[in-house]
């Protein structure tokens, strides 16, 4: 039987293969209790085009707390205007096995209405 670490790991190299075959740059989201991340990745490149994270100092001032979706959403926006500044508008989203639901639909929909199509 698997955990539910394994289980959603699982799920994430399943959905990173989906993403692979579609040949576009990444949204990596991760989240613990505390906090969350965000990268773009090109897999073709093997190379980290931009993050955020609600460990940056800005986020920080924003924010008072990492952990919640007002948090995420500001995450999500910082992302999405980092993309921007490549020239990145669409992109594909890995939620890394976690379910679109609380704090990484948070981010999806930030990320969404600051200009990422996916």
Avoid at 80 to 87: E, M, P, R, S, V
Avoid at 91 to 111: C, E, N, Q, T
């Amino acid at each position: 039987m698997l955990n539910l670490k394994q289980n959603r790991l699982r799920k994430a190299k399943q959905t990173r293969i989906r993403i692979a075959k579609q040949g576009k740059i990444r949204l990596s989201v991760h989240r613990s209790n505390q906090h969350i991340y965000a990268q773009l990745i090109d897999d073709a490149k093997s190379q980290t085009l931009a993050s955020a994270s609600t460990l940056e100092s800005d986020v920080k001032k924003e924010a008072t707390q990492g952990g919640n979706a007002t948090a995420a959403s500001i995450v999500g926006k910082r992302i999405a205007d980092k993309a921007k500044q490549l020239g990145i508008d669409e992109i594909a989203f890995d939620r890394s096995g976690f379910k679109y639901h609380g704090r990484i639909k948070a981010l999806a929909d930030s990320a969404r209405e600051n200009g990422l199509k996916f």
